[in-house]
């Protein structure tokens, strides 16, 4: 009778072909492999459309709906995310062109400062069974009262939305079998489509308001007894949030970009336009339904369920689904599957971790998270103190130490990073401990900002803390 262990030898481990910079099996996967050359047919314009693909969800565009609803100008708010855009492109332009000249992913990139990390869970398949919810709303309007009582309050869901999040899951799971490279047609899909719901959105939002100036005009009224000048810091930090797991991640992205150039301009242009953009149909659309409703539905898809237009509803709740699972697969499951890759290369690769990713969606109950806009904008701004640290120390690291010692490859040796015992990258047992006091060092500072963010009424924490810790990412980032 077999043992488990030659079970997994036998029946769940991935080949292993042979390759001269992947010299032991504990550090070999194809996935992890450099994108061989013949692989690597992303265009300037498939990362550009990435941007499309990624900004235009219900994720993105509550995310500046909701820095409205917790009292910010409309105008204030789109400055602030427009800021905030700029400052998210810099990091992500410069991991962007190590992964395109490089071809490698972030997790093997960290290995040149430090162990790689698994990270992130996110909540865009909630988001998505929302949008399944909207539509089977759409055609049974009752469908919003079925089995009304059969989940207590106190779950933050209702059993319509917990049947569309599980049709949402089950239809995001072919997704997930797309390989990487081929991706890019799924950009080019929702270049096609999204512009024409954004189109629809914003028409609708100016003419049910009676123009866009009345919006920008709204007086901003801080909750929580916070500044105004508190806010617009708070929302610079939840526009970066909205991206900042692509501050470090974006490798696993542009590795398949075969121009680092082009690569790094499109993304310049791309991402504060196209995000921005987002994030004005967000605000747009918060502060209109101020007017038309009297209250402010921060989350979009609520507003598409209260509207009468049944087709209109369907078929806003269908382009949204659309884009929410584009966003998941490039923004959420591609990230973790290489995270997960990386732990266990002779068993994970990316499409087996994206699956696993998948399976542990249903454990975090994002509906805790979205149950209120500040829930959702401390869920952000808390989350980035994390990845701002990694991301100062690894473009710190690149940029800055290896450039200036002129290291004779140019910055990084590809072929040591797959070299574990005495590689040039192992550093003390394959940690770097430099890398790791740097990180500690951009994370500490900020802690007692993420106790705040998780409970406001904590005592001990000084306002005058809270209000320096608006910019909790970019502190972190340069305190790192």
């Known amino acids: 009778m077999q043992t488990l262990k030659q079970f997994a030898a036998n029946h769940l481990a991935l080949p292993q072909p042979d390759a001269p910079h992947r010299p032991t099996s504990r550090w070999r996967s194809a996935d992890l492999d450099p994108v061989p050359k013949a692989d690597k047919k992303w265009e300037w314009y498939h990362i550009g459309g990435f941007w499309i693909a990624e900004g235009f969800s219900a994720g993105q565009v509550q995310a500046s709906s909701a820095a409205v609803a917790i009292g910010l100008n409309p105008g204030l708010a789109l400055a602030a995310y427009a800021i905030g855009n700029i400052i998210a492109a810099v990091p992500c332009c410069g991991v962007g062109y190590i992964g395109s000249k490089y071809s490698i992913n972030?997790?093997?990139?960290?290995?040149?400062?430090?162990?790689?990390?698994?990270?992130?869970?996110?909540?865009?398949?909630?988001?998505?069974g929302l949008s399944v919810q909207v539509m089977i709303q759409a055609i049974w309007p009752s469908f919003i009262n079925w089995h009304a009582d059969a989940l207590p309050a106190s779950a933050d869901i209702t059993a319509s939305a917990l049947l569309g999040f599980a049709i949402f899951w089950l239809i995001s799971l072919p997704f997930l079998?797309?390989?990487?490279?081929?991706?890019?047609?799924?950009?080019?899909?929702?270049?096609?489509?999204?512009?024409?719901?954004?189109?629809?959105?914003?028409?609708?939002?100016?003419?049910?308001?009676?123009?866009?100036?009345?919006?920008?005009?709204?007086?901003?009224r801080p909750m929580g007894g916070m500044s105004e000048g508190y806010l617009f810091c708070y929302a610079v930090t939840a526009s970066i949030s909205g991206v900042n797991t692509f501050t470090v991640s974006l490798p696993d992205i542009t590795r398949y970009a075969h121009d680092p150039r082009s690569t790094t301009l499109a993304q310049a242009i791309g991402l504060p336009v196209c995000l921005t953009m987002t994030y004005l149909l967000g605000i747009t659309l918060a502060a209109s339904t101020q007017v038309v409703y009297g209250q402010i539905y921060?989350?979009?898809?609520?507003?598409?369920?209260?509207?009468?237009?049944?087709?209109?509803?369907?078929?806003?709740?269908?382009?949204?689904?659309?884009?929410?699972?584009?966003?998941?697969?490039?923004?959420?499951?591609?990230?973790?599957?290489?995270?997960?890759?990386?732990?266990?290369?002779?068993?994970?690769?990316?499409?087996?971790?994206?699956?696993?990713?998948?399976?542990?969606?249903?454990?975090?109950?994002?509906?805790?998270?979205?149950?209120?806009?500040?829930?959702?904008?401390?869920?952000?701004?808390?989350?980035?103190?994390?990845?701002?640290?990694?991301?100062?120390?690894?473009?710190?690291?690149?940029?800055?130490?290896?450039?200036?010692?002129?290291?004779?490859?140019?910055?990084?040796?590809?072929?040591?990073?797959?070299?574990?015992?005495?590689?040039?990258?192992?550093?003390?047992?394959?940690?770097?401990?430099?890398?790791?006091?740097?990180?500690?060092?951009?994370l500490i500072p900020l802690l007692p900002s993420l106790v705040y963010q998780i409970n406001p009424a904590v005592g001990g924490i000084a306002r005058g803390y809270v209000e320096f810790s608006a910019l909790a990412w970019l502190e972190c980032f340069v305190f790192a």
């Open 177 to 220: 079998y797309i390989r990487p490279p081929k991706l890019r047609w799924l950009f080019i899909a929702k270049i096609a489509t999204m512009p024409f719901l954004w189109t629809a959105l914003f028409a609708w939002a100016l003419t049910a308001a009676g123009g866009f100036g009345p919006l920008m005009r709204m007086p901003s």
């Open 106 to 128: 972030f997790p093997v990139l960290a290995r040149a400062t430090a162990d790689p990390q698994l990270r992130k869970q996110q909540i865009q398949s909630y988001l998505g």
């Open 298 to 442: 921060w989350n979009p898809l609520e507003m598409v369920a209260v509207w009468d237009n049944r087709p209109a509803k369907f078929f806003a709740g269908l382009l949204f689904a659309f884009a929410n699972i584009g966003t998941n697969v490039a923004g959420n499951s591609i990230a973790f599957g290489n995270d997960l890759m990386t732990l266990f290369p002779r068993y994970i690769d990316i499409r087996r971790g994206q699956f696993v990713c998948a399976v542990l969606g249903f454990l975090i109950c994002p509906w805790k998270i979205q149950n209120a806009a500040p829930n959702f904008l401390a869920f952000l701004n808390g989350y980035s103190i994390f990845l701002g640290p990694i991301a100062g120390v690894m473009l710190t690291d690149y940029y800055i130490l290896r450039r200036r010692r002129r290291h004779r490859h140019n910055g990084l040796n590809v072929s040591q990073l797959y070299t574990p015992h005495g590689g040039l990258y192992w550093y003390r047992r394959g940690i770097n401990p430099r890398a790791i006091i740097a990180y500690f060092a951009g």
